[in-house]
């Protein structure tokens, strides 16, 4: 019934630009704080960037400056705006609904209630 599907990832070389699309059906996100994360090979998964049902946002600070988190509620769609993608961008991105948050800013921790199947975001010449 509920499903969160990202969309948006591919390849691309450094210094370029994707747009990572994180859209929920079967359930509202108006009420929810949204979370991204990736993980590389090799690694633990790690926060992104996230935003509260307010609009409150926080990023990593590797991608501070260059990723954009956003979201429209009206679409029942969070998007993550990734420019300048490094080398080191590439991992497989995720999606995370926490669905009742009960602070006023969003938290990248893995205490989220339904993930994504993940897309893959390969930065490379």
């Known amino acids: 019934q509920i499903h969160i599907v990202e969309s948006g990832g591919g390849l691309v070389q450094p210094g370029g630009s994707l747009r990572l699309s994180c859209v929920a059906s079967g359930v509202t996100l108006d009420y929810s704080a949204i979370g991204w994360f990736r993980q590389a090979p090799g690694t633990e998964r790690e926060g992104v960037s996230c935003?509260?049902?307010?609009?409150?946002?926080q990023y990593a600070n590797s991608v501070k400056g260059r990723f954009t988190i956003s979201r429209d509620n009206a679409k029942n769609t969070v998007y993550l705006q990734m420019d300048g993608l490094k080398p080191e961008d590439t991992a497989v991105y995720y999606c995370a609904v926490q669905l009742l948050p009960l602070s006023r800013q969003c938290v990248l921790s893995e205490a989220h209630d339904l993930w994504g199947q993940g897309t893959q975001v390969t930065v490379s010449s």
């Open positions: 935003i509260s049902p307010g609009g409150t946002t």
